[in-house]
């Protein structure tokens, strides 16, 4: 994952775009928009997706996973994400 400064006063909000369905849940890249791009291993079914995203971020940004927020797209590809 690219460097992300956490706002320790606040809520930081990340753009990502996720494909699912792949073989390994995985930060792909950062687009020119700074959208980040993730592959999620789990089906975009029943919430899945959406709890292994907030999962994999907690992991990577070491935040707890309620603090993680799915506020927009959460049956879409694109998501805006709360953190905090």
Known sequence: ??????NPTGKTYLRIKVTTK???TEYLSTLDDGTI????KAVPEKGRA?????????????????????VSGATDTVKLVRIG
């Open 50 to 70: 959406n709890e292994e995203l907030i999962r994999f971020l907690a992991e990577e940004l070491r935040v707890r996973k309620d603090t993680i927020e799915v």
């Open 22 to 24: 792949q073989p390994k």
């Open 37 to 40: 791009k993730i592959r999620l």
């Open 1 to 6: 994952m690219p460097p992300i400064t956490l």
